[in-house]
């Protein structure tokens, strides 16, 4: 049972990468996702989080209008689609889940199975 991300990469300001996390093992029907990111030296951080009825749920102001997260249960993989990057959102991403049908949550360690991440670093 494992989470995979991937999608990440370098880009410069402004441009677009769309993140991809795979529940091998791991049903996200019907369970919230949460993408987390950390940068160097700073605290992991809830980023945005799709609800088990599909809602979106921001934990970082910066990123609102700036990213979506969308679900493919037929793929079993959640989507984090980041565009107008910029600098601040150089770090590496990561996906988590639930073991059941509840309630997003902010913290990481609230979700029960998290997932390597992937890296993305935007500069010019």
């Known amino acids: 049972v494992q989470l995979q991300a991937s999608g990440g990469g370098s880009v410069q300001p402004g441009g677009s990468l769309r993140l991809s996390c795979v529940g091998l093992?791991?049903?996200?029907?019907?369970?919230?996702v949460l993408w987390f990111r950390q940068a160097p030296g700073k605290e992991r951080e809830g980023v945005l989080c799709i609800s088990p009825g599909d809602n979106s749920n921001y934990y970082i102001d910066s990123v609102r209008g700036r990213f979506t997260i969308s679900r493919d249960n037929g793929k079993n993989t959640v989507y984090l689609h980041m565009n107008r990057l910029n600098p601040d959102d150089t770090a590496v991403y990561h996906c988590?889940?639930?073991?059941?049908?509840?309630?997003?949550?902010?913290?990481?360690?609230?979700?029960?199975?998290r997932g390597k991440g992937t890296q993305v670093t935007v500069s010019s």
């Open positions: 093992g791991v049903s996200f029907d019907n369970r919230p």
């Open positions: 988590a889940t639930k073991k059941y049908r509840t309630l997003c949550a902010r913290s990481p360690d609230d979700y029960y199975l």
